[in-house]
């Protein structure tokens, strides 16, 4: 499985972003999909999940109610509609994808890694 995450950028506090992960070479069955983060000097922080079989999301407690995991209807794209972003919420944003479905918070979880994409967010 390929993951190539791409729509970071730099953007003022309260604003929004769109990330995007789109995955290629899967193999039948379902997969659970994320996002991490990792800022500068800290550890890398679960920030939401997706459990294809069930449809269930789930989120990192520091973005429930900002932010929402989603996919396409091609089961391609993996998306993360991020709002109300704060400077805190700077880092490097990053899918991960996992064969079978379930709720999985710890990056160690994870097989399928993308090269990430950074995220901004000015005061």
């Known amino acids: 499985v390929q993951l190539q995450a791409s729509g970071g950028g730099l953007v003022q506090s309260g604003g929004c972003l769109r990330l995007?992960?789109?995955?290629?070479?899967?193999?039948?069955?379902?997969?659970?999909m994320a996002w991490f983060r990792q800022a500068p000097g800290k550890e890398r922080e679960f920030v939401a999940g997706?459990?294809?079989?069930?449809?269930?999301?789930y989120y990192g407690d520091s973005v429930k109610g900002r932010f929402t995991i989603s996919r396409d209807n091609t089961r391609n794209t993996i998306l993360l509609q991020m709002n109300r972003l704060k400077p805190g919420d700077t880092a490097v944003y990053y899918c991960?994808?996992?064969?079978?479905?379930?709720?999985?918070?710890?990056?160690?979880?994870?097989?399928?890694w993308g090269q990430g994409t950074l995220v901004t967010v000015s005061s």
């Open positions: 995007s992960c789109t995955t290629s070479a899967r193999t039948s069955g379902f997969y659970t």
């Open positions: 991960a994808s996992r064969q079978g479905s379930g709720t999985y918070v710890y990056a160690r979880s994870y097989t399928y």
């Open positions: 997706l459990a294809e079989s069930e449809g269930n999301t």
